[in-house]
Protein backbone atom coordinates (compact mmCIF):
# COMPACT_ATOMS: atom_id res chain seq x y z
CA UNK A 1 0.00 0.00 0.00
CA UNK A 2 1.39 3.06 -1.24
CA UNK A 3 1.86 5.62 1.99
CA UNK A 4 3.18 8.80 -0.45
CA UNK A 5 0.08 11.05 0.68
CA UNK A 6 0.11 13.40 -2.30
CA UNK A 7 -1.78 15.62 -1.12
CA UNK A 8 0.74 16.95 1.93
CA UNK A 9 1.95 20.02 1.96
CA UNK A 10 5.13 21.10 2.07
CA UNK A 11 5.28 22.02 5.57
CA UNK A 12 3.84 18.56 6.46
CA UNK A 13 6.56 16.78 4.32
CA UNK A 14 9.38 18.47 5.50
CA UNK A 15 8.25 17.07 8.46
CA UNK A 16 8.04 13.54 7.96
CA UNK A 17 11.22 13.85 6.09
CA UNK A 18 12.66 15.54 9.70
CA UNK A 19 11.23 12.81 11.58
CA UNK A 20 12.68 10.28 9.39
CA UNK A 21 16.33 11.65 9.77
CA UNK A 22 15.52 11.81 13.66
CA UNK A 23 14.84 8.54 13.40
CA UNK A 24 17.81 7.53 11.24
CA UNK A 25 20.16 9.86 13.24
CA UNK A 26 18.60 8.04 16.91
CA UNK A 27 19.06 4.06 15.42
CA UNK A 28 22.70 4.43 13.70
CA UNK A 29 24.72 6.91 15.95
CA UNK A 30 24.44 9.43 13.29
CA UNK A 31 25.71 12.96 14.93
CA UNK A 32 27.53 13.41 18.87
CA UNK A 33 28.25 16.08 20.57
CA UNK A 34 30.76 18.36 18.70
CA UNK A 35 30.96 16.89 15.14
CA UNK A 36 32.23 18.89 12.31
CA UNK A 37 30.26 17.10 9.39
CA UNK A 38 30.46 17.47 5.56
CA UNK A 39 27.32 17.79 3.99
CA UNK A 40 28.22 15.97 0.23
CA UNK A 41 26.23 18.74 -1.79
CA UNK A 42 26.09 17.44 -5.27
CA UNK A 43 23.36 19.99 -6.52
CA UNK A 44 20.61 16.97 -7.43
CA UNK A 45 17.04 17.40 -5.03
CA UNK A 46 18.62 14.51 -2.97
CA UNK A 47 21.42 16.00 -1.41
CA UNK A 48 19.74 19.42 -1.49
CA UNK A 49 16.84 17.99 0.36
CA UNK A 50 19.25 16.70 2.99
CA UNK A 51 20.62 19.96 3.69
CA UNK A 52 17.40 21.37 4.24
CA UNK A 53 16.64 18.95 6.91
CA UNK A 54 19.92 18.89 8.66
CA UNK A 55 20.06 22.27 8.85
CA UNK A 56 16.82 22.77 10.55
CA UNK A 57 16.70 25.02 13.78
CA UNK A 58 14.33 22.77 15.53
CA UNK A 59 16.56 19.64 15.06
CA UNK A 60 18.60 18.66 18.54
CA UNK A 61 21.58 18.08 16.54
CA UNK A 62 21.27 21.84 15.36
CA UNK A 63 23.34 23.03 18.79
CA UNK A 64 25.60 20.32 19.21
CA UNK A 65 26.68 19.76 15.71
CA UNK A 66 28.67 21.84 13.16
CA UNK A 67 28.04 21.64 9.09
CA UNK A 68 30.56 22.39 6.34
CA UNK A 69 28.53 22.20 2.82
CA UNK A 70 30.62 21.48 0.50
CA UNK A 71 30.53 20.45 -3.52
CA UNK A 72 33.00 18.49 -5.77
CA UNK A 73 33.14 19.77 -9.02
CA UNK A 74 33.74 16.84 -11.69
CA UNK A 75 34.35 18.37 -14.27
CA UNK A 76 30.71 16.84 -16.44
CA UNK A 77 28.63 19.41 -18.49
CA UNK A 78 26.13 21.65 -16.43
CA UNK A 79 24.20 24.88 -17.27
CA UNK A 80 26.81 27.88 -17.01
CA UNK A 81 25.33 29.79 -13.72
CA UNK A 82 24.51 26.63 -12.21
CA UNK A 83 27.36 26.62 -9.24
CA UNK A 84 26.80 30.26 -8.59
CA UNK A 85 22.71 29.35 -8.20
CA UNK A 86 24.00 26.55 -5.65
CA UNK A 87 25.54 29.09 -4.14
CA UNK A 88 22.99 30.87 -3.23
CA UNK A 89 21.08 28.66 -2.56
CA UNK A 90 22.82 27.47 0.10
CA UNK A 91 23.87 30.97 1.28
CA UNK A 92 19.82 31.70 1.63
CA UNK A 93 20.11 29.17 4.56
CA UNK A 94 22.71 30.47 6.50
CA UNK A 95 26.16 28.47 4.65
CA UNK A 96 28.89 29.32 2.97
CA UNK A 97 28.93 26.67 0.27
CA UNK A 98 32.58 25.33 -1.16
CA UNK A 99 32.90 24.37 -4.20
CA UNK A 100 36.39 22.18 -5.03
CA UNK A 101 37.61 21.78 -8.65
CA UNK A 102 37.99 18.40 -9.44
CA UNK A 103 37.49 18.31 -13.29
CA UNK A 104 40.16 15.90 -13.82
CA UNK A 105 37.22 13.20 -12.02
CA UNK A 106 35.32 13.15 -15.63
CA UNK A 107 38.83 13.01 -17.91
CA UNK A 108 39.54 9.64 -15.73
CA UNK A 109 36.13 8.09 -15.43
CA UNK A 110 35.36 8.81 -19.54
CA UNK A 111 38.74 7.92 -20.31
CA UNK A 112 39.20 7.38 -24.51
CA UNK A 113 35.25 7.73 -24.72
CA UNK A 114 34.86 4.15 -23.87
CA UNK A 115 34.24 3.62 -20.60
CA UNK A 116 34.54 0.51 -18.89
CA UNK A 117 33.29 0.97 -15.19
CA UNK A 118 32.69 5.01 -15.30
CA UNK A 119 29.91 5.02 -11.89
CA UNK A 120 32.48 3.37 -9.84
CA UNK A 121 35.71 5.50 -10.67
CA UNK A 122 33.46 9.06 -10.76
CA UNK A 123 32.17 7.72 -7.30
CA UNK A 124 35.58 6.42 -5.65
CA UNK A 125 37.36 9.80 -6.92
CA UNK A 126 34.52 11.86 -5.37
CA UNK A 127 35.11 10.10 -1.81
CA UNK A 128 38.84 10.22 -2.15
CA UNK A 129 38.16 13.96 -3.07
CA UNK A 130 35.37 14.27 0.20
CA UNK A 131 38.31 12.78 2.59
CA UNK A 132 40.78 14.66 1.72
CA UNK A 133 39.16 17.80 2.12
CA UNK A 134 37.59 16.52 5.67
CA UNK A 135 40.59 16.16 6.67
CA UNK A 136 42.15 19.31 5.70
CA UNK A 137 39.02 21.07 7.04
CA UNK A 138 38.78 19.06 10.61
CA UNK A 139 35.96 17.27 9.75
CA UNK A 140 35.32 13.65 11.03
CA UNK A 141 32.07 12.86 9.03
CA UNK A 142 30.97 12.91 5.43
CA UNK A 143 26.89 13.14 4.78
CA UNK A 144 25.65 11.76 1.75
CA UNK A 145 22.39 12.17 0.70
CA UNK A 146 21.42 8.30 -0.20
CA UNK A 147 17.83 7.45 0.04
CA UNK A 148 16.17 4.30 0.69
CA UNK A 149 15.37 3.39 -2.86
CA UNK A 150 19.49 3.66 -3.38
CA UNK A 151 20.08 0.92 -0.88
CA UNK A 152 17.84 -1.49 -2.54
CA UNK A 153 19.59 -0.87 -5.91
CA UNK A 154 23.13 -1.54 -4.59
CA UNK A 155 21.56 -4.28 -3.05
CA UNK A 156 20.59 -5.52 -6.49
CA UNK A 157 24.06 -4.04 -8.41
CA UNK A 158 26.20 -6.24 -5.81
CA UNK A 159 24.52 -9.19 -6.08
CA UNK A 160 23.90 -9.52 -9.97
CA UNK A 161 27.45 -8.46 -11.31
CA UNK A 162 29.47 -7.68 -8.09
CA UNK A 163 29.22 -11.85 -6.99
CA UNK A 164 28.00 -10.61 -3.61
CA UNK A 165 25.66 -9.80 -0.49
CA UNK A 166 26.17 -6.42 0.18
CA UNK A 167 24.56 -2.59 0.10
CA UNK A 168 25.77 -0.04 2.31
CA UNK A 169 25.85 1.17 5.83
CA UNK A 170 24.07 4.03 7.27
CA UNK A 171 27.00 4.86 9.99
CA UNK A 172 29.97 3.37 7.70
CA UNK A 173 33.58 3.95 9.64
CA UNK A 174 36.61 4.24 7.61
CA UNK A 175 40.47 4.56 8.81
CA UNK A 176 39.70 2.93 11.90
CA UNK A 177 36.88 5.02 12.92
CA UNK A 178 38.62 8.37 12.24
CA UNK A 179 35.99 9.49 9.44
CA UNK A 180 32.69 8.18 9.03
CA UNK A 181 30.21 8.58 6.04
CA UNK A 182 26.67 9.09 7.02
CA UNK A 183 23.44 8.43 5.45
CA UNK A 184 20.67 10.00 7.10
CA UNK A 185 18.08 10.08 4.52
CA UNK A 186 18.70 6.51 4.60
CA UNK A 187 14.74 5.37 5.76
CA UNK A 188 13.45 8.15 2.96
CA UNK A 189 11.94 6.95 -0.04
CA UNK A 190 12.85 8.74 -2.99
CA UNK A 191 8.92 9.70 -3.84
CA UNK A 192 9.27 11.45 -0.50
CA UNK A 193 12.03 13.09 -1.68
CA UNK A 194 10.65 13.95 -5.22
CA UNK A 195 7.24 15.05 -3.44
CA UNK A 196 8.96 17.55 -0.97
CA UNK A 197 11.53 18.88 -3.48
CA UNK A 198 8.61 19.36 -5.62
CA UNK A 199 6.69 21.57 -3.22
CA UNK A 200 10.01 23.28 -2.14
CA UNK A 201 10.70 24.42 -5.44
CA UNK A 202 14.33 22.42 -5.23
CA UNK A 203 16.35 23.10 -8.39
CA UNK A 204 18.22 20.52 -9.66
CA UNK A 205 21.56 21.77 -10.59
CA UNK A 206 23.63 18.42 -11.02
CA UNK A 207 25.78 18.31 -13.22
CA UNK A 208 24.95 16.26 -16.62
CA UNK A 209 26.83 12.68 -16.92
CA UNK A 210 27.08 11.41 -20.56
CA UNK A 211 26.39 7.77 -19.07
CA UNK A 212 23.36 8.51 -17.03
CA UNK A 213 20.33 7.08 -18.09
CA UNK A 214 22.83 4.00 -19.68
CA UNK A 215 23.70 2.47 -16.44
CA UNK A 216 23.36 -0.78 -14.01
CA UNK A 217 22.14 1.63 -11.57
CA UNK A 218 19.50 2.87 -14.22
CA UNK A 219 18.54 -0.32 -15.46
CA UNK A 220 18.20 -1.60 -11.93
CA UNK A 221 16.15 1.35 -10.50
CA UNK A 222 13.39 0.82 -13.52
CA UNK A 223 13.33 -3.33 -12.92
CA UNK A 224 12.64 -2.78 -9.26
CA UNK A 225 9.66 0.41 -9.82
CA UNK A 226 8.34 -2.44 -12.34
CA UNK A 227 8.31 -5.02 -9.76
CA UNK A 228 6.95 -2.00 -7.19
CA UNK A 229 3.81 -1.60 -9.99
CA UNK A 230 3.33 -5.30 -10.30
CA UNK A 231 3.75 -6.20 -6.49
CA UNK A 232 2.93 -3.56 -4.25
CA UNK A 233 4.67 -3.09 -0.84
CA UNK A 234 7.46 -5.38 -2.53
CA UNK A 235 10.32 -2.48 -1.79
CA UNK A 236 9.45 -1.89 1.37
CA UNK A 237 9.84 -6.00 1.96
CA UNK A 238 13.08 -5.97 0.39
CA UNK A 239 14.27 -3.13 2.62
CA UNK A 240 13.54 -4.60 5.65
CA UNK A 241 14.50 -8.03 5.08
CA UNK A 242 18.20 -6.27 5.35
CA UNK A 243 17.41 -5.97 9.23
CA UNK A 244 16.66 -9.57 9.50
CA UNK A 245 19.53 -11.68 7.83
CA UNK A 246 19.49 -15.37 8.41
CA UNK A 247 23.55 -16.07 8.11
CA UNK A 248 22.97 -19.64 8.78
CA UNK A 249 21.16 -19.30 5.45
CA UNK A 250 24.18 -18.47 3.25
CA UNK A 251 27.35 -20.09 2.83
CA UNK A 252 29.59 -17.54 4.04
CA UNK A 253 31.52 -20.06 6.09
CA UNK A 254 32.82 -21.92 2.16
CA UNK A 255 35.75 -19.45 1.14
CA UNK A 256 35.82 -21.12 -2.22
CA UNK A 257 33.22 -20.13 -4.88
CA UNK A 258 31.87 -22.78 -7.38
CA UNK A 259 33.26 -21.23 -10.93
Given at each position: ??????????????????????????????????????????????????FDILTDK?????????????????????????????????????????????????????????????????????????????????????AMAHHRE??????????????????????????????????????????????????????????????????????????????????????RNMFRAL?????????????????
Amino acid sequence: MRRDFPHLSMSKRRKVLLRLVKKAVKMFNLFEKNDRVIIAISGGIDSLAMFDILTDKSAWWSRLVEFAPIHIDTGFPREDNSLEILGDYIEKNGYELRIVDKREIARTALGDGKPQNPCFICSRMRRKALLEIAEEVGANKIAMAHHREDVLETLLINLFWGREIAAFMPNQPLFGGKYHIIRPMFLVKESQLKGYAKLRVIPDLSAKCPVAGNTKREYIKELLNRLERENSGLKRNMFRALFHPKTEYLLGEYTKTPK
